[in-house]
């Protein structure tokens, strides 16, 4: 079974690829009649918002550890979320939690600690894209109205199990089976526990959402609308990272991250510009996380 989901993994991340590659020759031709010249400025702006909000959620992350009893320096959880996020794109997501727990393994967290960071952690970011996308729909009455159903039935859960005494409950039946002792592995946890690290998760997807939408200024050379059409396009790129998330068969959500960002920003700019936005964004944040995990290795190793 093991080796059939890693074969089924890497056919789906073909197929991805394939997709990507597919659209962008496809109308590329339309995109080169319409678009002038990329902005620079706007690519370097669009580039920093989305550095800042990934320090923003491993600020939130490593709050998180501390709050669950298995504090780890930001270094750490640094390193352990650049590393990880490139570990995604191998199909299966497996890599990505234990390159995390070896990473954090050098500051004394507990493989089952770390494991219930990056759980949290990911519900937190979850909730986060989407109730972005709530608030930013509210903007887009064709938008909202389609989709308003199916992701409050995610948020309502999502947000029940952010709740301490939840948490509490389900991380000491975990010890409980393991033979570990309730008193020893589980923190007591209050709500500001979870909303502090929220906050900070929160104002990542909002930084990633921003960087996003300086990422498609810098292909559209005019300004797209007023603030009204401003706030539903931050609210497209986490929503897009929340979906693309959840096909957890796709690695890094390759392909149904992009269709997502495609169907959405077909309201706004015309179908070959979204295609080349999509691909732009992910050429952007890949980029971004290889500069960022080379240079904490090297900074690592350096003072190591």
Do not use: N
Not at 91 to 105: D, M, N, T, Y
Not at 186 to 199: A, D, F, T
Not at 248 to 260: K, N, Y
Request: with cysteine; aromatic share 12%.
């Amino acid at each position: 079974m093991k080796t059939l989901r890693l074969v089924l993994g890497w056919v789906v991340a073909g197929l991805a690829v394939a997709f990507c590659v597919g659209a962008a020759v496809k109308y590329w031709g339309e995109f080169s009649r319409y678009h002038t010249e990329l902005s620079v400025w706007m690519l370097i702006l669009g580039l920093a918002f989305t550095l800042t909000a990934y320090l923003s959620g491993t600020t939130g992350w490593s709050m998180l550890m501390s709050s669950i009893g298995s504090p780890i320096r930001f270094l750490t959880a640094l390193r352990a979320s650049s590393y990880s996020l490139l570990a995604s794109y191998v199909p299966g997501k497996v890599l990505a939690i234990l390159v995390s727990v070896q990473i954090c393994k050098e500051d004394g967290a507990s493989p089952s600690k770390v494991l219930t960071g990056t759980v949290l952690g990911v519900i937190l970011r979850l909730v986060s894209s989407l109730t972005i996308w709530l608030l930013s729909s509210l903007h887009s009455p064709a938008i909202w109205g389609l989709s308003r159903m199916w992701y409050l039935t995610l948020l309502i859960p999502m947000l029940a199990a952010l709740h301490p005494k939840v948490i509490m409950i389900f991380m000491g039946a975990y010890y409980r089976l393991r033979g570990a002792s309730y008193e020893q592995e589980v923190p007591h946890m209050k709500l500001i526990s979870i909303l502090r690290p929220g906050g900070l998760y929160f104002l990542g997807q909002l930084l990633y959402g921003t960087g996003g939408y300086f990422i498609l200024r810098s292909v559209v050379s005019i300004p797209i609308g007023t603030v009204s059409s401003i706030v539903p396009l931050v609210g497209i790129f986490p929503f897009a990272w929340a979906i693309g998330y959840m096909f957890f068969i796709v690695p890094g959500g390759l392909g149904a991250r992009e269709g997502v960002l495609i169907w959405a920003l077909q309201t706004w700019v015309p179908l070959s510009v979204a295609v080349v936005v999509s691909l732009l964004a992910r050429l952007c944040q890949i980029s971004l996380v290889l500069g960022l995990a080379a240079t904490l290795w090297i900074v690592h190793h350096w003072r190591k």
